[in-house]
């Protein structure tokens, strides 16, 4: 039995937002396009986590040894490359940006990190499209 506060997920719930109780506000990002343009046989992934990895270096943050932590995840599964966990890889990613983009500062290092993520994306594979988002 459910109530008005209680929200079910039959599958997958990708690139939503679902919001329960009363009075909340909401602030969401969409990214309209999903298809990366990038062969994604063509990514070295390693080259762009380390890129990632060069670009949020510059910026100041009170997270950065959580970020540099959650990169060394990313880093520890593109090095299996063809054996990679996308998954975990695509969650370390994701732990890196979310944690960077509470830092200030963070929409000057977007740019840079665009075409990076971008690339990664297309690697990983479109259901991990929402990384771009928090780079607009």
């Not at 079910?8 to 990366?36: F, K, Q, Y």
């Not at 970020?67 to 990613?93: M, T």
């Not at 200030?104 to 990384?131: C, D, I």
Request: proline content about 2%.
């Amino acid at each position: 039995m459910t109530s008005k506060q209680d929200v079910e997920i039959g599958r997958d719930a990708i690139g939503v937002v679902i919001t329960a109780g009363d009075h909340n506000t909401v602030e969401a990002h969409v990214v309209t396009s999903v298809a990366p343009q990038t062969d994604p046989a063509s990514v070295d992934i390693a080259k762009e986590l380390a890129a990632i990895r060069q670009i949020l270096a510059t910026q100041s943050s009170e997270h950065a040894n959580k970020i540099g932590r959650a990169l060394d995840d990313a880093d520890e599964e593109a090095v299996k490359h063809d054996e990679a966990d996308k998954q975990e890889l695509g969650g370390a990613l994701d732990r890196a940006l979310r944690l960077a983009k509470s830092a200030s500062g963070f929409t000057e290092v977007a740019a840079k990190l665009m075409p990076h993520v971008r690339n990664t994306v297309a690697w990983l594979g479109e259901r991990w499209a929402a990384l771009l988002g928090y780079l607009a």
